[in-house]
């Protein structure tokens, strides 16, 4: 809720260096450039944000003008650029090298040209990105000096791997732009673009969302079904432990979840969460006393005791505040 001439949110002139990373830049406004946040002559790491409902008259979400930019795992929605000759209403790039990856943009809108992103005397790199619902058009000039890949982009865009079909985002808050199962988006991405190891939510970056056993990241800030990110465990000689498989898997009534530790200092748990990374469910051990093998029962129900739907579920092995492993198994009523 700020408001200034130039960068609303944020303004950085002239800087060596700057990382904005894990902020939510909401309702800010600029009577000029960069409602959310302006950038000149600086090349920021701009990485899990979530940049949204702000408004400018150019640049309404992100203005750039000399600036060599990553954005990584950022939601860039419900910017508005309005007033006179109004452009960009997601982003503004002028005389810049912005990379997206996987990044989600959508909803925006501009009263004149380009919702999503307008590029001016400006190189543009996306990767495993979604542009989507922006209006009037999601990426202006027609011409723009854009390369796109393995990105979900309305109106489609020429580059390997991109796709013109609704991402299918969840509907709820105007922050949730998660995607449906049945998302062309999910376990459509490039691997090899991929940077850092989570998602927006904090979640495994690349997983097997469709099902068939192949672990592709998907398009867009956010990864179906993948669970928090595992913290690594401490070294073997200190504490070893390891997360068996459930039995039996595929089940319905009950299944038997077992792991083994040769050293036990803190009670743990096994957390069960379903396909959006929600907890379901938590499971102390049978036994906590120190053990070969410990294991614990689940029913397949919530935590308000009733039946959980079929599907897909996920589970961990939490030691204190660690998350030693996580594993897949599969409900069948």
């Not at 800087?15 to 309702?27: A, P, Q």
């Not at 495994?204 to 993948?226: H, L, N, Q, S």
């Amino acid at each position: 809720d700020n408001s200034a001439q130039n960068g609303g949110g944020i303004y950085s002139l002239n800087c060596n260096s700057l990382e904005i990373k894990n902020v939510s830049l909401i309702n800010n406004e600029a009577s000029q450039y960069g409602g959310g946040v302006y950038i000149n002559e600086c090349d920021p790491m701009i990485e899990n944000c979530i940049i949204s409902q702000n408004i400018a008259n150019r640049g309404a979400g992100i203005y750039f003008i000399i600036a060599n930019t990553q954005i990584v795992n950022c939601l860039i929605t419900d910017n508005a650029a309005i007033g006179a000759s109004a452009i960009g209403g997601g982003i503004y790039s002028n005389t810049s090298n912005p990379d997206f990856v996987n990044c989600t943009i959508a909803n925006n809108s501009a009263v004149s040209y380009a919702g999503g992103i307008f590029v001016y005397s400006s190189t543009v790199n996306v990767e495993n990105s979604i542009f989507w619902g922006d209006t009037p058009q999601e990426i202006f000039p027609p011409s723009a000096d854009l390369i796109a890949e393995y990105s979900d982009i309305q109106g489609g865009w020429s580059g390997n791997g991109n796709i013109d079909a609704d991402p299918l985002f969840i509907a709820g808050d105007p922050f949730d732009y998660h995607l449906q199962d049945i998302s062309p988006c999910i376990d459509a991405g490039l691997n090899d673009y991929v940077t850092i190891d989570y998602d927006l939510d904090g979640n495994v970056r690349i997983w097997d969302g469709d099902g068939d056993e192949i672990a592709i990241v998907d398009m867009g800030c956010y990864e179906f079904g993948a669970p928090p990110v595992s913290v690594e465990p401490e070294p073997e000689h200190q504490i070893a432990f390891k997360l068996y498989q459930n039995y039996p898997n595929p089940f319905g009534a009950s299944t038997t979840i077992s792991f083994s530790a040769t050293d036990l200092h803190k009670l743990p748990q096994i957390r069960i969460y379903n396909v959006k990374g929600q907890l379901v469910k938590t499971l102390l051990p049978l036994t906590t006393h120190q053990s070969p093998l410990t294991s614990a029962i689940w029913y397949g129900k919530g935590e308000n005791g009733k039946p959980l739907s079929s599907g897909i579920y996920f589970y961990t092995l939490k030691i204190g505040d660690k998350v030693i492993d996580t594993k897949k198994m599969l409900l069948l009523r």
